[in-house]
């Protein structure tokens, strides 16, 4: 059994993680309303389109809602885990899910501002968050 990991991609994800590849949030968008769609899919939630395409968001974002895995649960970690539901300031609702780096579970706070960072998961870029100094 060997320990290697590669995202699962279908057609409607290939964009978002070759984007990951290149340190790049790809995010799907409608190409008639305009619409940020995320996860991707084929068909716009919105207007019903399947005009998709494929643009690159700044990562600017603030936290909508959260969680803590006490490292107590954790295998070997060694620190709280902070998984945050990043609302992207592109457009309301436009939630990305991913682990927040560099803070300690009492310095999350709701709506606290984010921004896009990178790490590694066994070998592959994929997007966190931090949060962003205020000014």
Request: negative net charge; glycine residues 6%; charged residues 25%.
């Amino acid at each position: 059994m060997t320990d290697a990991w590669s995202p699962m991609t279908n057609y409607d994800t290939r964009s978002y993680w070759e984007g990951c590849r290149e340190k790049k949030l790809i995010i799907a968008r409608c190409g008639d309303c305009r619409y940020w769609i995320h996860p991707p899919r084929g068909v716009c939630p919105k207007c019903w389109s399947d005009n998709i395409g494929y643009e690159e968001c700044d990562g600017v974002a603030k936290v909508y809602s959260y969680v803590v895995l006490p490292a107590a649960r954790q295998d070997n970690s060694g620190s709280d885990r902070i998984t945050v539901w990043a609302e992207l300031n592109d457009q309301e609702r436009l939630i990305v899910v991913a682990d927040m780096v560099g803070s300690a579970p009492n310095e999350v706070a709701m709506e606290a501002p984010l921004e896009l960072a990178w790490s590694e998961y066994r070998g592959h870029p994929v997007p966190v968050f931090k949060l962003r100094a205020a000014g």
